[in-house]
């Protein structure tokens, strides 16, 4: 009861009920099992990358990532992947994880998704909904530098780094495969395993309220910073150029630095002009934080714009 205690009173110095999100998701992100054989990009505070093939692309809501990808954030940046099955993978700031397997059937309406996951760098979270623990089955495997954690249903927080590898349960069970200890199994909310690579081993133990709000903030959005999702309606014009090679240059430049830049053709007073987009972000304020970000780039001259 202690422990249940600890991790309500964490959700909630976070805003947060049963480990929802502080930004709000589309509906059918949270509620309703995906068809795809993919992840999608349901949520992005940028700037952030997908790898494929050795070439570097920015994600933006509703992108897919399939096997062999590897997603990447940068500092105070995060984001939020849908799995086939409807549960939910968190991304704190940078952070790389690698789509190693993703495996996707549907029989009858279930739908089961296996997938092996390497977190290379960073902050993880993974939740399953109410709907996707009715209507699919999942076997995941989260690796980190001397562990990896299997999942067949949960709320769990994992991050690794060049100094130790962790992770923490909210509910469910997981079970941890480790370098150094042999299979540990955590099954209680607060569960809390760490292995610091300079320092002996450690039995596993129960986090803090403290470093639950801690471990909750680390793979949260941030409202007004900067959140693109999908069917949002607010866009930055970072520029508008009366020649489309001089949009085309700005174009690459946003997208090397993690912004989904498109070019759109608009007319002004009766000219033809190209007008460099940042689109589907949340709210103003979350589109005024990217021309923040993006105001000393060669070119930019913004704006924040409501679209259609």
Excluded at 22 to 37: D, G, I, W
Excluded at 241 to 257: D, K, M, T
Excluded at 283 to 295: F, G, H, N, P, V
């Amino acid at each position: 009861m202690k422990r249940r205690d600890a991790l309500t009173r964490a959700w909630a110095g976070l805003g947060l009920v049963a480990g929802t999100s502080a930004v709000s998701l589309p509906a059918f992100a949270a509620n309703q099992p995906a068809t795809a054989r993919s992840l999608v990009v349901e949520a992005v505070q940028m700037p952030a990358w997908t790898e494929k093939d050795g070439k570097r692309y920015p994600l933006s809501p509703g992108d897919a990532v399939s096997a062999a990808q590897t997603v990447e954030t940068a500092r105070a940046a995060g984001l939020v992947l849908r799995m086939p099955e409807g549960s939910l993978v968190r991304l704190g700031e940078i952070t790389q994880l690698k789509v190693q397997k993703l495996e996707v059937s549907d029989t009858n309406g279930l739908i089961a998704v296996r997938s092996d996951l390497r977190l290379l760098e960073g902050f993880f979270r993974f939740v399953t909904s109410a709907v996707a623990k009715i209507v699919g089955q999942r076997e995941l495997n989260v690796s980190v530098r001397t562990a990896t954690i299997g999942i067949r249903g949960t709320d769990f927080w994992a991050m690794t780094d060049d100094k130790h590898d962790a992770t923490c349960l909210f509910e469910g069970t997981v079970a941890l495969n480790t370098r150094d200890q042999g299979v540990l199994k955590l099954d209680k909310p607060t569960a809390f395993w760490v292995r610091l690579f300079d320092q002996p081993v450690k039995p596993v133990g129960n986090a803090t309220p403290d470093e639950l709000n801690k471990f909750l903030q680390s793979t949260e959005v941030q409202p007004g910073q900067g959140v693109a999702v999908v069917g949002g309606r607010w866009r930055v014009v970072a520029a508008t150029q009366n020649r489309g090679a001089s949009a085309a240059v700005l174009q690459r430049q946003l997208r090397e630095a993690g912004y989904p830049a498109l070019i759109k053709a608009a007319a002004v007073g009766g000219q033809s002009v190209h007008e460099v987009r940042i689109n589907h972000l949340a709210t103003r304020d979350d589109a005024q934080a990217i021309l923040k970000k993006i105001e000393s780039m060669d070119g930019v001259k913004g704006r924040v714009t409501l679209g259609a």
